[in-house]
């Protein structure tokens, strides 16, 4: 079964920087919406940021707005995460996404989910 594989998480000090990346396989998801997701200890899977087919048009949480950067190489059927000016708040597993069919920040509206990648950012 299709599945997205993340990678690129890792022990980080805060204001540092990481790029996660999410390989598909094959063609299956290149012309879906793809998004990411994070989940800290004790807390529920949250929004983080979401892109269309094309790369053309992108979302983002409040909280990672102007520090994140969504894209995607669909030569490579690869999403990345940018992630700048990290915080300990961003800490958590860091879980891509794919085949949107509802609103982008709800969890429900994926169809298709990795296994996740864990960010660690210390203070």
């Known amino acids: 079964q299709a599945q997205p594989v993340e990678s690129g998480g890792g022990l980080v000090q805060a204001g540092g920087s990481l790029r996660l990346s999410c390989a598909t396989s094959g063609r299956t998801f290149s012309a879906d919406p793809m998004g990411w997701f994070r989940q800290a200890p004790g807390k529920e899977r949250e929004f983080v940021a979401a892109?269309?087919?094309?790369?053309?048009?992108?979302s983002y949480a409040d909280s990672v707005k102007g520090r994140f950067a969504i894209s995607r190489d669909t030569g490579k059927n690869t999403v990345y995460l940018q992630m700048n000016s990290l915080k300990s708040e961003d800490t958590a597993v860091y879980y891509c996404?794919?085949?949107?069919?509802?609103?982008?920040?709800?969890?429900?509206?994926?169809?298709?989910w990795g296994q996740g990648t864990q960010v660690t950012v210390s203070s």
């Open positions: 892109i269309n087919w094309s790369g053309g048009s992108t």
């Open positions: 996404a794919a085949r949107q069919t509802g609103a982008a920040p709800v969890v429900k509206s994926w169809g298709y």
